[in-house]
């Protein structure tokens, strides 16, 4: 669990499925994310970040807000994706839902994911994916002081041929000296 001053990020429980799915119905939310979730999509999700988070220590945690116990979305870090130029390298990643947004907590929650993997961990560098029209998530990675890793654009293998959002940008931090 990580807390902030406006955020605790933990472990997901059974009653954030049903805002996590409507989180997931929301087309601007989904929109360089891809199709809208089902509640098994989004009750399986919430099960593997548990599985993660049981054996590295870290996963995409549920975000609640401390002054109303809501729950907000995810962030964390986890193992990259298979497939990816970050196959089973630490990847930060967040989602919230659309009304959290402009509020700070994404910077707030990705902050102290990483804070933590530089305290905690022995990660060297973290990375982070997205599509190249999705300037408010690589906005947030360089606002975090990550950098853009051109050569290591790719096609995201899970994600058809003809996917307008197959192609995704790498971003990385690496630890301070």
């Excluded at 401390?66 to 390298?89: E, N, Q, S, Y």
């Amino acid at each position: 669990m990580i807390k902030t001053e406006r955020l605790l990020l933990r472990r997901w429980r059974a009653a954030d499925i049903d805002p996590f799915h409507a989180m997931g119905q929301d087309a601007e939310v989904m929109r360089f994310i891809g199709p809208a979730m089902s509640r098994a999509d989004c009750a399986a999700a919430a099960e593997r970040m548990n599985a993660v988070l049981d054996a590295t220590g870290t996963c995409f945690w549920a975000i609640e807000r401390r002054a109303d116990g809501a729950f907000l979305g995810f962030c964390g870090i986890k193992p990259g994706p298979a497939g990816t130029p970050i196959a089973d390298l630490p990847e930060i990643g967040w989602r919230l839902r659309r009304d959290a947004w402009g509020a700070g907590y994404a910077r707030e929650a990705a902050q102290a994911s990483i804070d933590r993997a530089w305290s905690e961990g022995n990660a060297g560098e973290i990375f982070a994916i997205t599509v190249a029209a999705n300037t408010r998530s690589w906005g947030l990675m360089e606002r975090l002081g990550m950098a853009r890793v051109a050569d290591s654009d790719f096609d995201h293998p899970a994600l058809a041929e003809d996917d307008p959002l197959r192609r995704h940008i790498t971003y990385r931090i690496a630890r301070p000296a």
